[in-house]
């Protein structure tokens, strides 16, 4: 049987700084199968970047297992592409250099790096834009760039650490169906980390949610709303219900 894209088994962190120490996750098991679209939900400060760092190979668990494609011994770093919480896109270069700067990266050949990035951004609504620089663009169009470099880097495992947190609602909602598509396109697989619990179900295949630090998976949810999703669905029956539960689940450990 194919391996999980993504298996987590067991992951705990603690942050030791001299004699203080800082228990951050406790034991959290999670998986990503091939081509699904997963979100991590939870309280502010409870663990998400952690677990998407130690996830991207740039920060290691202190027990468990992490392990992409079945590995879990090999080095993560470069198996998934990873969007931190705030990108950033380098204001000396253009957007189409931003987007091929996953590319520079990999040592793919300029020309090469130069077609494909314009590809995408034709592909994904950007082309007009390929020779601005970040400072002329909407807050929403940088999310968008920022986007396609990562899916550039890598777009079979895609690593997305609150992508929409700073847009208003309306940019959010068009950009949470843009991803869908890319995700489409690309069958690729995502973690995805949000605050927002309408918008993990309108995207999710499936839910964990977080308890307040040190992070525990205190539930996990299959969305089972059909797909192409839209927007609408989050009005059906089943979504409101889902969304009430975890919102209530989310608000009592917010009061912790
Ligand atoms: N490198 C580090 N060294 C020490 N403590 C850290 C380090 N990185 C994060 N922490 C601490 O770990 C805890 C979890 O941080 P983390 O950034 O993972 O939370 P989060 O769930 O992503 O929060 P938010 O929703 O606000 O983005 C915080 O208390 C933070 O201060
Ligand atoms: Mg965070």
């Given at each position: 049987?194919?391996?999980?894209?993504?298996?987590?088994?067991g992951?705990?962190k603690?942050?030791?700084?001299?004699?203080?120490?800082l228990?951050?996750?406790?034991?959290?098991?999670?998986?990503v199968n091939?081509?699904?679209?997963?979100?991590?939900?939870?309280?502010?400060?409870c663990?998400k970047?952690?677990?998407?760092?130690i996830v991207?190979?740039?920060?290691?668990?202190?027990e468990?297992i992490?392990?992409?494609?079945?590995?879990?011994?090999?080095?993560r770093?470069?198996?998934?592409?990873y969007?931190?919480?705030?990108?950033?896109?380098?204001?000396?270069?253009?957007?189409v250099?931003?987007v091929?700067?996953?590319?520079?990266?990999?040592?793919?050949p300029?020309?090469?790096?130069?077609?494909?990035?314009?590809?995408?951004?034709k592909?994904f609504g950007l082309a007009?834009?390929?020779q601005?620089?970040?400072?002329?663009?909407?807050?929403?169009?940088?999310?968008?760039?920022?986007?396609?470099?990562?899916?550039?880097?890598?777009?079979?495992?895609?690593l997305?650490?609150?992508?929409f947190?700073?847009?208003d609602?309306?940019?959010?909602?068009?950009?949470?169906?843009?991803?869908?598509?890319v995700?489409?396109?690309?069958?690729?697989?995502v973690?995805?980390?949000?605050?927002?619990?309408?918008?993990a179900?309108l995207?999710s295949?499936?839910?964990?949610?977080l308890?307040?630090?040190?992070?525990r998976?205190?539930?996990?949810?299959?969305?089972?709303?059909?797909?192409?999703?839209?927007?609408?669905q989050?009005?059906?029956?089943?979504?409101?219900q889902?969304?009430?539960e975890?919102?209530?689940?989310l608000?009592?450990?917010?009061?912790v």
């Amino acid at each position: 049987m194919e391996p999980p894209k993504l298996l987590v088994q067991g992951v705990s962190k603690i942050f030791r700084n001299g004699r203080q120490t800082l228990d951050t996750l406790a034991s959290i098991d999670l998986v990503v199968n091939n081509g699904e679209f997963v979100t991590v939900i939870g309280p502010s400060g409870c663990g998400k970047s952690t677990l998407f760092n130690i996830v991207a190979g740039v920060d290691q668990p202190s027990e468990g297992i992490v392990a992409i494609d079945g590995d879990a011994q090999g080095t993560r770093a470069g198996k998934a592409a990873y969007m931190p919480q705030q990108p950033l896109l380098l204001p000396w270069r253009s957007v189409v250099e931003n987007v091929m700067l996953g590319l520079d990266v990999r040592r793919v050949p300029r020309k090469k790096a130069e077609f494909q990035a314009h590809e995408l951004l034709k592909r994904f609504g950007l082309a007009d834009f390929a020779q601005h620089y970040p400072a002329t663009l909407s807050g929403g169009m940088r999310q968008r760039v920022a986007l396609l470099r990562t899916v550039l880097f890598n777009s079979s495992f895609l690593l997305l650490d609150e992508p929409f947190g700073a847009l208003d609602a309306l940019t959010r909602l068009s950009l949470q169906m843009w991803l869908l598509d890319v995700w489409q396109t690309f069958h690729s697989s995502v973690l995805f980390i949000t605050h927002d619990v309408r918008e993990a179900i309108l995207l999710s295949d499936r839910i964990y949610v977080l308890s307040s630090r040190p992070a525990r998976v205190l539930r996990v949810v299959e969305v089972e709303l059909p797909r192409p999703r839209r927007s609408e669905q989050l009005a059906l029956a089943q979504a409101v219900q889902l969304e009430q539960e975890l919102t209530a689940l989310l608000m009592k450990e917010q009061q912790v």
